[in-house]
């Protein structure tokens, strides 16, 4: 069944206002004017010595010098209309004046029809949760013939996720409201710095919007409003609060902007007060940002100064940057540039890309520590795992960022994917499972069989590469469509079987967070199974019928070869309740339109409800009623080791549980065209921002250097 949207929701299906009528764009610049200066820093803190370095040449020298505004089409972007105390004041004073009244109307209407009331505590639908959880066992469940898509509400399935978010939320809401770590066993939380970075909050309120969950969106905005600032004298690291807190604001701008009937709040609506209250957060953190930048090379630091701005290099790694975080902050910055029409936020991004390419290491694939001085590579290590990941994820997604314009994008993406193919593809020595595997001493060295949890965003990433986004029956009617993107969708659909293996694999039934795989010595390769692939043939005409990677059954369970391949170490148990699986399954429902995907996803669901799930049981509930005490679900948390049932569980819910997990699961079981994938890209984080067409300075401005 197909998610139907409630009554209040959005038209997501009509047409919308042209995109760009709702941003503010430039229409006339003052070149030279340092024209980042000043935003979403008041007159006050600028007086009262909070001003930042770095971008803060330009912070600072904006209230000495008075230099003008820049024009904008709508109107000058954070006009002083819009800063100061007075401004302030005012603000606060419409704030509670709309609060008041919105409360009043929401809980005449019921609540606005779609969000359940808080309990406070999370009680309410913690015990309905955890009732549910006691009606299944893991390994129980539907087995893989009959799964079609008939008699399974996928609605009601979608609603249990919206249930676990809700849990989840309430919890930290009542026990470490503000705090950017949440440790739901022992109840308390941890600031990052003083007053708090809004890491949860932040990195959650997409979610929030995109659940309809008005009244806790409200909360997370006057938080916002009212505590979140960024002025504090702590270093904070860039590619994180880049991902998770700048990639929250905006897209928390663009949601509410685009879709304003999905947790519909007066009080950012166009012409309210508290319209710019993201675009002005996301501001003022960018441009205390951009100081990460003001390396030799043009290469970020590890980590910045938010007070100073001032760029901080990796305490280890003899100062380098990773490859991953240096080389993924690219969709937030260009979509910050696209809504105020600063090609600064563009250009500064944009340069790491063209230094990190100057290098032309072989076939696309990069070393995970890079310095930022010398923007040399540092190392010889190469994987898709941590401090490599990313940067291969924002080499297609800025391609679809900007709406195809930009070819070198996919130029590079095609290149590295060859790579991949080429260096880090095996297979397992009983069952044929494809691995990409790591190459820690060079692409000439040995290939190690081992995959972080974190190359699982990998089969997504292949699919949404191949089609861009589109319905794969739709993209292979194209005269564009070719053999080699039938062979990355074969690719991406076993790489995705073997990310569920790692899932299937152990006894909670949830990944760990590093799974090695048994192969043959020498290793099999991808040219070694299928020699006559594209790889060695160039481009051809598909033909559908001749297809060169054989999609093989993980099932049935029962004596399956698979299982011998699988090796997991027991430092690696853990599961920090990450999204990538379920990333790439959401890629792979709406670019195949395979149930199978989402089938998968239940089972993986289920199994974070019943083993991170936090129980607490009220004994003086059996007590006074002599019944059995009841139990309620109060939260989720990380494991220690997926192997032992009961799970072994650490204290702390992960910020990415809300913001990734959970929006990838409850995107998995809605409709295929909400948020949908041709409209939008979403960051490293789940954090979508819309496509848009690059213009004027807003464009790629470097070409690769002339290959050897
Ligand atoms: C997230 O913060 C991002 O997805 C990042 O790119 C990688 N790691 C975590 C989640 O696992």
């Excluded at 010595?49 to 904006?62: E, Q, R, T, Y």
């Excluded at 974070?608 to 059995?628: L, M």
Aim: net charge negative; charged share 25%; glycine share 8%.
């Amino acid at each position: 069944m197909s998610y139907q949207l409630p009554p209040t929701g959005p038209s997501l299906s009509a047409s919308q206002r042209p995109l760009e009528d709702n941003y503010w764009r430039a229409s006339s610049r003052n070149s030279g004017s340092g024209s980042l200066g000043g935003y979403g820093l008041s007159q006050s803190q600028s007086q009262s010595g909070n001003s930042v370095g770095g971008i803060s040449h330009k912070l600072n020298s904006f209230f000495e010098t008075e230099k003008p505004l820049p024009m904008y089409k709508d109107k000058p972007y954070f006009a002083p209309r819009r800063t100061g105390p007075a401004r302030q004041r005012q603000r606060i004073l419409y704030g509670v004046v709309g609060f008041v009244v919105l409360s009043l109307l929401w809980l005449f209407a019921g609540s606005g029809g779609s969000e359940k009331s808080k309990t406070g505590s999370g009680s309410m639908k913690g015990g309905d949760l955890w009732n549910w959880a006691q009606s299944f066992e893991h390994g129980e469940a539907e087995k893989p013939t009959g799964w079609g898509s008939s008699g399974i509400d996928w609605d009601e399935r979608r609603e249990k996720v919206r249930d676990a978010f809700m849990v989840s939320w309430d919890g930290y809401e009542k026990y470490a409201w503000g705090f950017d770590e949440y440790h739901p066993i022992s109840k308390g939380g941890r600031h990052m710095i003083d007053g708090g970075m809004g890491w949860i909050i932040v990195d959650a309120l997409d979610t929030l919007i995109m659940m309809n969950l008005t009244s806790r969106v409200q909360d997370a905005r006057r938080w916002i409003h009212t505590s979140l600032q960024y002025n504090q004298d702590h270093d904070v690291n860039t590619f994180e609060t880049t991902i998770r807190m700048l990639g929250g604001l905006l897209s928390a701008h663009y949601l509410s902007t685009k879709y304003p009937d999905l947790a519909p709040i007066r009080d950012d609506d166009e012409g309210s007060p508290g319209e710019d209250l993201y675009i002005e957060k996301a501001t003022d953190l960018a441009d205390r940002l951009l100081g990460a930048f003001e390396s030799s090379s043009g290469v970020p630091y590890a980590s910045v100064n938010l007070n100073t701005s001032r760029g901080i290099p990796s305490h280890a790694d003899g100062g380098a940057s990773s490859t991953a975080e240096a080389t993924s902050v690219q969709l937030e910055f260009k979509y910050l540039a696209k809504l105020t029409g600063e090609a600064e936020y563009w250009k500064t991004v944009e340069k790491v890309i063209q230094v990190v390419d100057d290098q032309q290491m072989e076939d696309g694939l990069l070393p995970i520590f890079i310095n930022p001085e010398s923007g040399q590579f540092r190392g010889e290590n190469i994987r898709l795992g941590s401090r490599g990941d990313s940067y291969y994820e924002y080499l297609i997604k800025q391609y679809l960022q900007t709406s195809e314009q930009e070819p070198v994008y996919k130029e590079l993406w095609d290149e590295s994917l060859m790579g991949i193919r080429k260096h880090l593809i095996t297979y397992t020595k009983h069952a044929q499972m494809t691995v990409l595997g790591e190459r820690p001493n060079g692409l000439y060295g040995a290939l190690s069989p081992k995959m972080d949890h974190l190359v699982c965003f990998m089969p997504g990433t292949i699919a949404l590469g191949a089609t861009g986004g589109k319905p794969l029956a739709e993209a292979q009617k194209s005269p564009d469509w070719t053999r080699r993107q039938d062979e990355e969708i074969l690719l991406a659909k076993e790489l995705m079987k073997t990310c569920w293996a790692t899932y299937l694999a152990t006894k909670t039934g949830l990944a760990p967070e590093i799974t090695y795989f048994r192969i043959d010595e020498p290793p099999r390769m991808m040219t070694d199974m299928f020699p006559s692939s594209t790889m060695t043939e160039g481009n051809s005409k598909s033909k559908h019928e001749d297809l060169l990677l054989v999609s093989r059954p993980l099932y049935p369970l029962e004596d399956n070869p698979w299982q011998q391949d699988i090796d997991i170490h027991p430092q690696d148990r853990h599961n920090l309740q990450r999204p990538e699986t379920v990333e790439s399954l959401f890629y792979m429902y709406r670019i195949t339109g395979d149930e199978t995907y989402r089938h998968w996803g239940w089972e993986m669901f289920k199994s974070f409800i019943k083993h991170t799930a936090v129980i607490e049981t009220d004994e003086s509930d059996s007590n006074a009623k002599g019944k059995k005490p009841s139990s309620h679900i109060m939260g989720f948390t990380s494991l220690s080791n997926v192997n032992t049932v009961p799970a072994i569980q650490r204290d702390n819910m992960e910020s990415f549980w809300l913001a990734e997990t959970l929006k990838y699961f409850y995107l998995l079981f809605s409709d295929r065209d909400f948020l949908s994938l041709e409209e939008n890209v979403f960051n490293t984080e789940a954090h979508p921002m819309p496509r848009f067409k690059p213009t004027g300075d807003l464009k790629t401005g470097w070409t690769r250097k002339p290959r050897n």
